[in-house]
């Protein structure tokens, strides 16, 4: 048996070996405790389609998030979504703003998310309409912030 053909039998007994891994196959949506009155149904849509998958207990599990390694990076995705940023739950006052600000400063949603979830790309207007979207609904009213040039000053967004 060749050097190349014993490689290939060892990845693959690995390949089936990781997937008996048990990280990476919870894929629960705990119950909704609470549902923000977003400002407007615009935000709102926007969030389900570019947002709701790791910042909400409403994910949709795609296929691959039962394929370990990937799945792994799947999971630990959303529950670092879920834990920084999540509708479904309580929220501080001031996580609004900061998840505005990650939006105009190109932070979220993140490229890798983007490669596998094209309807997530927001264009500048969507991103800033979007950024005062989420501080209305979830900041403290400093939504015309981001017209003034509060938000994104770091990435030079809105000069």
Partial sequence: MGVL???LLSLGILLVAVQFVPYGRDHSNPPVTREPQWNS?????TFDRACANCHSHQTTWPWYSRVAPV????QH???EGRSNFNVSAVL????GHEAAEEVIEKQMPPKIYLV???EARLSDEERKAFAIGLDATFGRGRARG???G???EKSGYLD
């Fill in 146 to 148: 981001v017209e003034r």
């Fill in 77 to 79: 995705d959303v529950d």
């Fill in 71 to 74: 799945s792994w990076l799947v």
């Fill in 116 to 118: 596998s979830h094209a």
């Fill in 150 to 152: 509060e938000l994104g």
């Fill in 5 to 7: 053909r014993k490689s």
């Fill in 92 to 95: 501080a006052k001031d996580e």
């Fill in 41 to 45: 149904a615009e935000t709102k849509a």
